[in-house]
């Protein structure tokens, strides 16, 4: 089969690109579509080039591609795969789109539905300043715009296959459509499992608002005898820095080394946000460290939690100061119910190759089924009686 994969945009690499990455390796022969292209890290291509929409030669592209926003429906619908037997698209915005013909077989691997377009819109244009004024007025018209044809774009796919449950229900209720759920693979050989841990706490990650680590240092301010070290950079950082206290560690973006050996050597994992999945959750119990997580998204799903056989870890139910110190209460009574082996041996689950394994069998299956709905039945004319019934039918 000819096959064409289709990302949204190759700007930085993140979780998206490892699922990217993963799926080149399944189909080494296949062509890459996106939007733009101005990845630096090209590792995660394997050397493809990579066929690009116009969006790519607009002015300014490079920094402010998420401006052309409007015109990335069209530019998506622009790419030609006319020629292709298979299509599959890694989406979490527009590549899903695609156009595709009847004998052509798209599948979709959703990170998410455009997240800021639904049930995160009014967040969205909170945080961006936009919950009032003209400015405001034109961002909801726009985004109806991007729902109305986000919304028709899925009947385009002929599977969608979901990154984690949590993302299939939100399939299930933008789009009306059934899912597969397969998790994304994480890196989990690059981290090493450690069974000695030291009296603190650790949390990784881009400093923006949803990722509530804001929070997070609220609450270990307010508990002096814990330590807590923040590892990450982003717009939320002087905004944070100003909320620590002498337990609080904030030490900015860091290697992987330094990254890694927190990871190992930490209590346990901190994460206050509601993610689609969270790949970082999955990393720290690699490294064999348990997590205390907010009980929403997909944490749920890559946690075992306090109260079932091997548990790696325990939630909070809101995301508010109180409710962390009382899951930090609740973890450090409970602490010797989280192993290191278990940790890891559940992050296990989660790897690559497993990735790898399980969708090469899903397209499998997909493939095989299209075959078994490709044949058209031929039609055989009307006779005269039938044509003569027909007509009497009218006249009544």
């Given at each position: 089969m000819k096959v064409a994969i289709v990302h949204d945009w190759l700007v930085v690499y993140g979780g998206a690109e490892r699922v990217l990455e993963q799926i080149i390796d399944c189909f080494p022969d296949a062509d890459l579509f996106s939007l733009v292209d101005f990845l630096e890290e090209r590792d995660c291509l394997r050397g493809k080039p990579v066929h690009t929409s116009f969006i790519q030669k607009l002015p300014f592209a490079k920094k402010h591609y998420r401006n052309y926003l409007p015109l990335m429906?069209?530019?998506?619908?622009q790419l030609d795969l006319s020629s292709y037997d298979l299509v599959i698209s890694s989406s979490y915005a527009v590549a899903k789109g695609v156009l595709t013909g009847p004998n052509q077989l798209h599948v979709s691997y959703v990170h998410s539905p455009i997240r800021y377009a639904w049930d995160l819109q009014h967040q969205y244009l909170k945080e961006?300043?936009?919950n009032r004024g003209l400015k405001s007025l034109c961002a909801r018209a726009l985004l109806h715009y991007i729902r109305n044809w986000d919304s028709r774009s899925a009947n385009g796919v002929d599977h969608l296959i979901a990154n984690s449950g949590f993302v299939g229900r939100r399939i299930n209720k933008v789009y009306r459509r059934d899912s597969t759920v397969l998790h994304p693979p994480v890196a989990i050989d690059r981290f090493q499992l450690c069974t000695?841990?030291?009296d603190f706490y650790v949390t990784a990650s881009r400093m923006v608002p949803y990722?509530?680590?804001?929070l997070i240092v609220r609450a270990f301010a307010q508990t002096p005898e814990r330590q807590l070290?923040?590892?990450?950079?982003?717009p939320e950082m002087k905004k944070i820095a100003a909320q620590g206290a002498p337990n609080v560690h904030i030490i900015g973006y860091q290697s992987f080394d330094v990254l890694h050996d927190h990871l190992q050597r930490a209590k346990g994992f901190v994460f206050a946000a509601e993610e689609d999945f969270g790949i970082s959750i999955v990393e720290a119990q690699a490294c064999g460290t348990p997590v205390i997580?907010?009980?929403?998204?997909?944490a749920l799903e890559s946690v075992r939690a306090l109260g079932i056989p091997k548990p790696t870890g325990l939630f909070f139910e809101e995301q508010t100061v109180e409710s962390v110190h009382d899951a930090l209460d609740r973890f450090e009574g409970s602490i010797e119910q989280f192993t290191p082996m278990n940790c890891r041996t559940n992050a296990e689950r989660f790897s690559a190759q497993h990735f790898r394994e399980s969708f090469k069998s899903l397209l499998d299956v997909f493939i095989e089924h299209s075959k078994q709905h490709d044949v058209t039945p031929a039609l055989i004319p009307p006779t005269a009686e039938q044509r003569r019934?027909?007509?009497?039918?009218?006249?009544?």
């Amino acid at each position: 089969m000819k096959v064409a994969i289709v990302h949204d945009w190759l700007v930085v690499y993140g979780g998206a690109e490892r699922v990217l990455e993963q799926i080149i390796d399944c189909f080494p022969d296949a062509d890459l579509f996106s939007l733009v292209d101005f990845l630096e890290e090209r590792d995660c291509l394997r050397g493809k080039p990579v066929h690009t929409s116009f969006i790519q030669k607009l002015p300014f592209a490079k920094k402010h591609y998420r401006n052309y926003l409007p015109l990335m429906p069209i530019a998506i619908e622009q790419l030609d795969l006319s020629s292709y037997d298979l299509v599959i698209s890694s989406s979490y915005a527009v590549a899903k789109g695609v156009l595709t013909g009847p004998n052509q077989l798209h599948v979709s691997y959703v990170h998410s539905p455009i997240r800021y377009a639904w049930d995160l819109q009014h967040q969205y244009l909170k945080e961006s300043g936009l919950n009032r004024g003209l400015k405001s007025l034109c961002a909801r018209a726009l985004l109806h715009y991007i729902r109305n044809w986000d919304s028709r774009s899925a009947n385009g796919v002929d599977h969608l296959i979901a990154n984690s449950g949590f993302v299939g229900r939100r399939i299930n209720k933008v789009y009306r459509r059934d899912s597969t759920v397969l998790h994304p693979p994480v890196a989990i050989d690059r981290f090493q499992l450690c069974t000695q841990k030291e009296d603190f706490y650790v949390t990784a990650s881009r400093m923006v608002p949803y990722k509530r680590i804001d929070l997070i240092v609220r609450a270990f301010a307010q508990t002096p005898e814990r330590q807590l070290v923040v590892i990450g950079d982003g717009p939320e950082m002087k905004k944070i820095a100003a909320q620590g206290a002498p337990n609080v560690h904030i030490i900015g973006y860091q290697s992987f080394d330094v990254l890694h050996d927190h990871l190992q050597r930490a209590k346990g994992f901190v994460f206050a946000a509601e993610e689609d999945f969270g790949i970082s959750i999955v990393e720290a119990q690699a490294c064999g460290t348990p997590v205390i997580a907010y009980g929403r998204g997909g944490a749920l799903e890559s946690v075992r939690a306090l109260g079932i056989p091997k548990p790696t870890g325990l939630f909070f139910e809101e995301q508010t100061v109180e409710s962390v110190h009382d899951a930090l209460d609740r973890f450090e009574g409970s602490i010797e119910q989280f192993t290191p082996m278990n940790c890891r041996t559940n992050a296990e689950r989660f790897s690559a190759q497993h990735f790898r394994e399980s969708f090469k069998s899903l397209l499998d299956v997909f493939i095989e089924h299209s075959k078994q709905h490709d044949v058209t039945p031929a039609l055989i004319p009307p006779t005269a009686e039938q044509r003569r019934e027909d007509m009497l039918r009218l006249v009544r």
